[in-house]
């Protein structure tokens, strides 16, 4: 099964594409999440993709386009894959379908969740993560203990650099303009599954599911 969780910041695109990951057994390939760990780790890619990152804006394409072929060919994805983050831009979608094309391959569903703004704003610079496992917290509706010590592993809860209210804004934007154009490329080619994000995880995991197991 090859998934693709399309959606702006926020939405749940990365919680919900572990929980399919862990229920379909196969790997929820997260672009944010492979550059976070670049930069971590002061790689050259990492260096490059920090500023563009900190300021709110797209990796340029080319990068994702070679990060995204390299994981493809990884061994783990040769049942299927959800993306979570990609492809963000046209280019990037265009470029997937012709990697996929060269291996037969086709994306089977776009899941398109779907949050009003305010809330998305309100979600973003509320979430703390784990600096270690990604576990997502939220200081309003799931706060992280007082000592700031993940509750799965003990790691360091901290705020993502991206998630202070300038940057979300600029991310929320740059979403409208370069990626919410992905809706209608993959509804031109029915794949496009329209999912409310508004509720608790499970609820949400639930519509989604239902809809891949209805299809
Ligand atoms: P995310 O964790 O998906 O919110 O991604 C965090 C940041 O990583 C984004 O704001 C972009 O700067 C960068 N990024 C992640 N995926 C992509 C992509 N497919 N294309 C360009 N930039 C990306």
């Known amino acids: 099964m090859q998934i693709i969780m399309l959606g702006a910041p926020g939405t749940g695109k990365g919680t919900q594409g572990n929980l399919l990951s862990k229920h379909f057994g196969i790997p929820n390939i997260s672009t944010g999440e492979i550059l976070r760990s670049a930069v971590k780790q002061e790689s050259p890619l990492g260096v490059k993709a920090k500023s563009f990152m ?4 797209l990796v340029p394409d080319d990068v994702m386009i070679g990060i995204i ?12 894959f959800i993306l979570d983050g990609f492809p963000r831009t046209v280019p990037q979608a265009e470029a ?3 990697l996929l094309s060269a291996e037969e391959i086709d994306i089977e569903h776009v899941i398109a969740l779907e949050v009003a ?9 509320s979430r703390r993560v784990c600096s270690v496992c990604g576990k997502d917290y939220n200081v309003v509706s799931d706060p992280p203990p007082a000592d700031m010590k ?6 360091e809860i901290i705020q ?6 300038a940057t979300v804004t600029k991310r929320l934007d740059v979403y409208e303009e370069k990626t919410a154009p992905l809706k209608e490329y993959y ?5 496009l599954r329209h999912v409310s994000g508004v509720g608790n995880v499970e609820e949400v ?3 989604i599911r239902e809809i891949l197991h209805t299809l």
């Open 54 to 57: 900190d300021a709110g804006e």
């Open 69 to 80: 072929r390299d994981r493809l060919r990884e061994a783990d994805c040769e049942n299927g």
């Open 96 to 98: 997937l379908d012709h």
């Open 117 to 125: 703004e305010d809330a998305l704003v309100m979600r973003l610079t």
């Open 150 to 155: 993940c509750r799965i592993c003990g790691g």
């Open 160 to 165: 993502r650099s991206d998630d202070n209210e």
């Open 187 to 191: 509804e031109k080619q029915s794949k």
């Open 205 to 207: 995991q639930d519509r």
